[in-house]
């Protein structure tokens, strides 16, 4: 059986594949990569960072 720590990963790599077609992600608020490139790309950067870390979390 999966740790929920691997499927919270799971989930939030496909929200993080979403975000990515979708060209918007959220983090306080709404960032739109047509409008603030850099918030945009930053804070998908960060979203994957913490779906990463998930799977470093099992145990």
Do not use: N, Q
């Amino acid at each position: 059986m999966m740790s929920w720590t691997v499927i919270l990963g799971i989930v939030l790599l496909l929200w993080v594949t979403y975000d990515l077609f979708s060209g918007k992600t959220w983090l306080h608020r709404e960032f739109r990569r047509s409008e603030e490139p850099f918030a945009y790309w930053s804070t998908l950067l960060l979203w994957l960072l913490v779906a990463l870390s998930c799977f470093y979390w099992e145990t």
